[in-house]
Structures are given as structure tokens and as C-alpha cells.
């Protein structure tokens, strides 16, 4: 019984050790935001941006090297094009657009693969991860999707991949919004106004000239409406691109995160659902991981 009692006044009085909310003794956050393709990533181009301006460290990736994306330029070459238009597009907002060397629609969930999304999070000392559900058209965005779940509690394991310090508290792994409805529909937990950034987001897209005014219409069969000039290029995507982060289908959720005037006046948004995996996102902790809400 007595010994009993000193092992249960000493637990009393022993430390706790509490897992730090963020990476940064600051309190800022590391962001990383992995997408397939070079211009994946900018789909939350906005929301980066504010991230960036309020002080924390956003990193955006291409999972692979996007070589396969276009009707007339070589792999090599195109490549190389992706590549440079990725860190440019960063560049509009002051962050690092990085494109790793897997090719362009042969991405599998292999192990190997899985070591290397491991790394690059691991690298970044994430504190939360953006990337696309694993319901897509595109092969190479559900298998990007995949890997960033089956990586999701293995960066904390220290015994895989070893020679990668692991993460000693799991990140936030946060869904980008998608349109399909099978075999679930996306629901935003979270919707971000991006009116005062929405040029900025059309400026990373511009960048991207090898698929904005090239691949993409090309694929959809409009190749000979897109106009020649940079200017008029630039106005037509931003006239066509913008729909993509139209407010309209998520308003419900900005009318409760900003209220009933402002919510309904909003024009463009960003959305985000919590994956269920790593730290969970809550209300009591919505406004720290996205500060500039109201």
C-alpha cells in the first residue's frame, strides 16, 4: 500500500511531455502542398499565399515531373518547360514550387514511392499536408493521393526510412476540393475567401504557359479560340479560370465561418476537408492553422 502511494504522488508531480502544436519554436507552420502535376498545387494557390503573408513556410510540390502533358513537345524537353513554369509560378507568391523526377502518368503507390512522399514530408518538418483525395480521373492524382495517406502515420515511425529524422508529432493531412461524387462527395470543413488574392492565384496559373494556353485546350478541343498576345491570354484565363474557385457551391460554410453579410458577399473561395489522418482539424483549432479567417 505504501509504495503504492510514492508511485502515485510521484506521477502527480512528474513532467508530461506535450507534442509542440507546430515544427517552429515560433509558433509559425510548415506547409507543404503536394499535388500531381506541375500546376496542381496552385488550386490552392490562393490560400498559399495568405499562409505566406502571415509568416509561415509553404512549400508546393509536383509529385512528378508532368513530361507526359502535352501534344507536341518532347518528354525531356517538356520536362525541363514544367519545371521552370512550377518555379515561376511560386515565385508570384514569394514561396518554393518544387517538381520531383517520377514521369508523367506511371506513378504507382509502390513502397518505394511511399519512402519518397515519407521524405519530402519529413524534410519539411510538415504541420499540415494539402494534397487530392484518391478519387480522380487522372491515375496519377489518385496515386498521389494514396501515397500521401499511406505515408500519413509512417513519418512518424523512427524505424522506417531512418536515415530521415521522423516527425515527432503527425501533421494536419487536409483534402483540396474535387467535384466527384463517387464513391463520396468532398465536403468542406473549411472555406477560405480569396477575393483579394484571386490575382494573384490567376498570376501562378498564367505561368503555367505550356498547359494553360497549350496542352489544356488542346486535350479539350479549344486549341483555336485561345488569343496570341500574353496580355489577352492573360485576361482570357483569368474570364475562364476563375469559375474554378467560384463561391457559389460552398456558401452555407462561409456564411457560418464569416458571417451572414460578408459570407454571402464572397465571390471566390478555397475549401479543404480534414482526411481523417494525423492531428485532427477542430474549431478550437481552425482559426490557428488558418489565422486570417475572422
Known sequence: MKQNLILL????????????????????????????????ADKVGGTAYKW???????????FTNGDA?????????????????ARRAGEVIGIRYITLDNPDGKLMPTYENRLQMIKLIREHKADVVIFPRPYDYHPDHRYTGTLVLDAAYMVTVPTILPEVPHLERNPMFLYMSDGFTIPVAFVADVAIEIDDVIEKKMD????????????????????????????????????SRKRGSDATPHRNKLIELYGPERGAAIRYC????????????????LKTYFPFLP
Open 270 to 285: 478555397e475549401t479543404f476537408q480534414d482526411s481523417g489522418y494525423g492531428r485532427r482539424l477542430t474549431k478550437d483549432n
Open 69 to 85: 502533358g502535352h501534344q507536341t513537345i518532347k518528354a525531356e524537353e517538356l520536362a525541363k518547360i514544367r519545371r521552370e513554369e
Open 204 to 239: 501562378m496559373y498564367h505561368e503555367h504557359k505550356s498547359q494553360m494556353y497549350e496542352w489544356m485546350p488542346f486535350n479539350g478541343g479549344y486549341l483555336e479560340s485561345i488569343p496570341v498576345s500574353d496580355a489577352d491570354r492573360r485576361a482570357w484565363l483569368g474570364a
Open 9 to 40: 504522488v510521484a506521477a502527480l508531480f512528474m513532467p508530461v511531455f506535450v507534442s509542440p502544436l507546430f515544427a517552429q519554436a515560433d509558433g509559425k507552420m510548415n506547409i507543404i502542398i503536394i499535388g500531381a502535376h506541375p500546376d496542381d
Open 52 to 62: 505566406k503573408l502571415a509568416g509561415f513556410d509553404v512549400l508546393m510540390v509536383s
